[in-house]
């Protein structure tokens, strides 16, 4: 018999990554400790992480998968509005305006500087990029605007009181929110893993910050759980292939359909 996994968590700040039905090992696998990126006052450090990423991003084809994940949700649609949040050194974006000939995309990050870096690339001068400073938490769009709203590798990042405004907004601004984040193993496994890191976080920056996130990586329940807390009529749809990144597809039935009849009125 299947066992009912209580999504009506009481206390979402106190849930653990591992989600409401974490076991007892599981629940001592998370950190409140900061990633490098997270901090305001490791400006080399940070720079260095953000660098790494992009860098392992293209060498490992991590961009062009998460741009094909982008793409393959918005197949039926001629110029999607995409809106990428937390896109840090903007690879994906990049990647997307490549593979996508009409996708018209909003490139974000709630951190200035990697905001102004971006905007110092060849994405601020791309001709359907448009790149600005945004918060995941508070969405600075209209209700439906956006054909897909995309949060890859960020959603970790915020404890589980501010994920849960990520799912309300990205499912009110976007029609569909689509979270690619880094995958929590079950957790013996997870033990092996993060004794495997462990040498590391001291010589590189990336390790360190790897580490953690590992930490603070969300269970699919733990998804589940952010998004009926958000609002129970979000649905949560997994498209992780085995013992990879967990990606998640956030729906939520509109009521009126008025976000795509702005849109359509908007493209006449
Ligand atoms: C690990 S990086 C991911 C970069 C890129 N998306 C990728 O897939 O490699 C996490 C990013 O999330 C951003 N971030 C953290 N909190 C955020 C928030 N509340 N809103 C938007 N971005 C946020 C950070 O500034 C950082 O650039």
Same mark, same amino acid.
């Given at each position: 018999?299947?066992?009912?996994?209580?999504?009506? !968590?009481?206390?979402?700040?106190?849930?653990?990554?591992?989600?409401?039905?974490?076991?007892?090992? $599981?629940?001592?696998?998370?950190?409140?400790?900061?990633?490098? &990126?997270?901090?305001?006052?490791?400006?080399?450090?940070?720079?260095? !992480?953000?660098?790494?990423?992009?860098?392992?991003?293209?060498?490992?084809?991590?961009?062009?998968?998460?741009?094909?994940? !982008?793409?393959?949700?918005?197949?039926?649609?001629?110029?999607?509005?995409?809106?990428?949040?937390?896109?840090?050194?903007?690879?994906?974006?990049?990647?997307?305006?490549?593979?996508?000939?009409?996708?018209?995309?909003?490139?974000? $990050?709630? $951190?200035?500087?990697?905001?102004?870096?971006?905007?110092?690339?060849?994405?601020?001068?791309?001709?359907?990029?448009?790149?600005?400073?945004?918060?995941?938490?508070?969405?600075?769009?209209?209700?439906?605007?956006?054909?897909?709203? !995309?949060?890859?590798?960020?959603?970790?990042?915020?404890?589980?009181?501010?994920?849960?405004?990520?799912?309300?907004?990205?499912?009110?601004?976007?029609?569909? &929110?689509?979270?690619?984040?880094?995958?929590?193993?079950?957790?013996?496994?997870?033990?092996?893993?993060?004794?495997?890191?462990?040498?590391?976080?001291?010589?590189?920056?990336?390790?360190?910050?790897?580490?953690?996130?590992?930490?603070?990586?969300?269970?699919?329940?733990?998804?589940?759980?952010?998004?009926?807390?958000?609002?129970?009529?979000?649905?949560?749809?997994?498209?992780?292939?085995?013992?990879?990144?967990?990606?998640?597809?956030?729906?939520?039935?509109?009521?009126?359909?008025?976000?795509?009849?702005?849109?359509?009125?908007?493209?006449?």
């Amino acid at each position: 018999m299947m066992a009912h996994i209580d999504r009506t !968590v009481r206390d979402i700040a106190s849930m653990p990554r591992g989600g409401p039905d974490a076991s007892w090992l $599981d629940r001592r696998l998370q950190t409140n400790r900061l990633e490098y &990126l997270d901090r305001d006052d490791v400006d080399d450090l940070k720079r260095r !992480v953000i660098c790494s990423l992009d860098r392992f991003g293209r060498l490992f084809g991590q961009h062009k998968k998460a741009a094909r994940m !982008v793409v393959d949700e918005v197949a039926n649609i001629p110029s999607p509005k995409i809106l990428e949040l937390g896109s840090g050194h903007g690879g994906l974006s990049r990647e997307l305006l490549e593979n996508h000939p009409t996708a018209q995309v909003t490139v974000t $990050d709630i $951190d200035p500087k990697f905001v102004a870096a971006v905007a110092a690339s060849d994405l601020g001068s791309h001709p359907r990029a448009t790149v600005r400073e945004m918060d995941a938490t508070a969405i600075d769009a209209p209700d439906g605007y956006y054909d897909l709203v !995309v949060f890859s590798l960020s959603l970790h990042h915020l404890p589980p009181a501010l994920a849960v405004p990520v799912f309300a907004e990205g499912t009110r601004a976007g029609d569909k &929110l689509l979270i690619i984040d880094a995958y929590r193993p079950r957790a013996p496994l997870h033990v092996v893993a993060l004794a495997m890191m462990l040498p590391f976080i001291r010589l590189s920056p990336f390790a360190h910050d790897g580490f953690i996130s590992s930490l603070r990586a969300y269970s699919p329940s733990a998804l589940r759980a952010l998004a009926y807390h958000a609002d129970p009529a979000i649905n949560v749809e997994f498209r992780s292939r085995r013992m990879r990144a967990t990606v998640a597809v956030a729906t939520r039935a509109r009521q009126t359909g008025e976000g795509h009849r702005d849109r359509e009125s908007r493209s006449r």
